[in-house]
C-alpha cells in the first residue's frame, strides 16, 4: 500500500505561484511514475504533469512553460513548481503514484486526498 500526503495548496493572486509538494509513504522500494492531475466539480480528471524514472516531464498544453514537476527519489516526494497561475487553475490538484513496486510485483495508481488552489484578486 502507498499513501500520498500533499502539501502547498492555497489562494494567490493572479500571476502569482505556488509550491504543490507530496510525500509517498508505505511499503514499497520503487515508484515509476509521479506525478498531478486535477479536477474541477463536473469535470474529468486530467493529467497536469508527470516525471516517470528515467524519462523526461510530461506536461498538458495549459501549463506547459508555467509549472515545473521534479522529484525527489531518495524522499519518495514529487513537487509541482506553479507560476503565472491563472483563475482558470483554481481547482483541486491531486498527487498520483503508478506503476509502485512492492516485493517482486507493481501495482498503479495511487491518489492522494487532493488540494485546493484558488487563484483570485
Known amino acids: 500500500q502507498v499513501q500520498l500526503v500533499e502539501s502547498g495548496g492555497g489562494l494567490v493572486q493572479p500571476g502569482g505561484s505556488l509550491r504543490l509538494s507530496c510525500a509517498a509513504s508505505g511499503t514499497f522500494w520503487h515508484i515509476y511514475t509521479m506525478g498531478w492531475f486535477r479536477q474541477a466539480p463536473g469535470k474529468q480528471r486530467e493529467l497536469v504533469a508527470s516525471l516517470s524514472t528515467g524519462g523526461t516531464p510530461s506536461y498538458a498544453d495549459f501549463v506547459k512553460g508555467r509549472f515545473t514537476v521534479s522529484r525527489d527519489n531518495p524522499k519518495n516526494m514529487v513537487h509541482l513548481q506553479m507560476d503565472s497561475l491563472k483563475a482558470e487553475d483554481t481547482t483541486v490538484y491531486y498527487c498520483?503514484?503508478?506503476?509502485?513496486?512492492?516485493?517482486?510485483?507493481?501495482?498503479?495508481?495511487?491518489w492522494g486526498q487532493g488540494t485546493q488552489v484558488t487563484v483570485s484578486s
Open positions: 498520483y503514484a503508478g506503476r509502485v513496486y512492492s516485493g517482486g510485483s507493481s501495482s498503479s495508481d495511487y
